[in-house]
């Protein structure tokens, strides 16, 4: 019988590296900065034959480590041209993990394109020795005109999270509608269809302090008499944001020009939050206390997930985090934790000596976790000396026997005079 040999153990290893090696997704050794590119605006849309076009295109770090020189470069093909190689590419600089940033682009669209769908490449790299990472997107070229006589209108604007605060990201929801109440309607004799066609919607920011997250909408099909469809966008505030109502711009390209239309949407950002506030003095005896405090959301929407976490060095807090859950605006709470001093760690509420305390707030705005921080505050220390006390009590106690005594030994001494 012939014998079969087994591998040595370091031949073993040595097959198990290899294997390890070959299992290792790229992307791991690229771990940290990592770009995402988005076309964020298209103007006009659908791009116009024979005219330039506008092209915003944003670049967000979505990895975990700081990208320390981004470049942006487009990769324009027929029917697209820059007018000099040299704006092809366009520096950002530093960007750190979660930031993003945006440059526009100028292109021509040649005057003998068709109408259609073309692609265009954008690309954005790390830093000069990294490798450039490509995304292609659709540009459509063109409009059609329409005799349908259905009218778009604007009906309902929903902003999610109703107010948002600075550095929120969110959606507004534009509800369009077809006005018109019948399938055909007569002008000069002629009758014409009432439906309503959305070749394109897109969402303009009016100051640099909001970005729309999203593409234009293209081809978004037929609404007959009374149909309504919903136009979703993603936004996002800017950590600097100023308070305050601030406008975007819904343009809407219809059957034909007369019925394309631009409408107005405001977005409230206001940086007010949670508030907590002691309802009572802050006082430790003997090393317990129940503190008390007023929980209020002064924010112009509701809040969820709403909790309060004290913290004092020396000191538990009984519960650990207090979740009070969704708190409408101007809601109050009043909520109560038991203080007890932990003299194993810190033997100052012996001493009259303060205990600085803070409290956290976290809440969520919408999808948005955000937590703000009270500080400045201070547990006051006295110590009470219930052995004293107790000393006094029994004192009185025996007074009072002795008192009661004497009042029965002269009543039975003068009962005996008699």
Not at 29 to 44: D, F, M, R, Y
Not at 118 to 123: E, K, M, N, T
Not at 384 to 410: D, K, P, R
Request: net charge negative.
């Amino acid at each position: 019988m012939e014998r079969i040999k087994t591998p040595t153990a370091s031949i073993i290893i040595f097959l198990l590296l290899v294997s390890s090696i070959i299992a290792t997704p790229a992307s791991a050794s690229t771990a940290g900065a990592n770009l995402k590119i988005t076309i964020v605006e298209t103007n006009p849309y659908p791009a116009k034959i024979g005219e330039y076009l506008g092209l915003t295109v944003q670049v967000e770090n979505v990895g975990r480590d700081r990208a320390e020189n981004v470049d942006l470069e487009i990769v324009p093909e027929y029917p697209f041209s820059l007018d000099s190689q040299e704006n092809a590419v366009q520096n950002i600089g530093s960007l750190a993990p979660g930031k993003f940033a945006s440059r526009e682009f100028h292109l021509f669209v040649d005057k003998n394109a068709q109408k259609g769908v073309r692609s265009i490449d954008v690309r954005a790299r790390i830093n000069n020795n990294s490798p450039w990472s490509e995304k292609s997107f659709d540009i459509r070229i063109g409009t059609e005109t329409f005799d349908s006589k259905g009218t778009v209108e604007l009906a309902e604007i929903v902003s999610s999270p109703e107010v948002f605060m600075p550095g929120d990201r969110g959606t507004i929801t534009a509800t369009l509608k077809n006005t018109a109440t019948t399938p055909i309607v007569t002008i000069s004799g002629k009758d014409y269809d009432t439906n309503a066609r959305i070749q394109s919607a897109v969402l303009r920011p009016l100051s640099d302090e909001v970005i729309v997250l999203d593409a234009p909408y293209g081809e978004m099909g037929l609404l007959g008499p009374g149909d309504s469809i919903k136009l979703t966008f993603n936004v996002m505030v800017s950590e600097d944001a100023n308070e305050g109502t601030h406008n975007l711009e819904l343009a809407i390209e219809g059957n034909s020009f007369d019925y394309n239309s631009r409408k107005n949407i405001p977005l409230e950002v206001d940086p007010s939050n949670v508030k907590v506030i002691p309802s009572k003095p802050l006082t430790l005896v003997n090393g317990e206390a129940t503190v008390e405090f007023d929980v209020a959301n002064t924010h112009p929407n509701s809040f969820n997930s709403v909790s309060i976490r004290p913290e004092a060095e020396g000191v538990k807090f009984y519960p650990v985090e207090y979740f009070i859950g969704p708190m409408d605006p101007d809601e109050l709470f009043t909520i109560k934790f038991d203080a007890v001093a932990d003299s194993s760690l810190d033997n100052r509420w012996e001493t009259s000596e303060p205990i600085n305390l803070s409290l956290s707030a976290s809440y969520s705005n919408g999808i948005n976790k955000h937590e703000n921080l009270v500080s400045n505050l201070y547990i006051q220390q006295t110590r009470e000396n219930q052995g004293s006390n107790s000393g006094m009590i029994l004192l009185a106690l025996v007074l009072v026997a002795l008192a009661t005594a004497g009042v029965f030994l002269y009543r039975k001494k003068q009962s005996k005079n008699k």
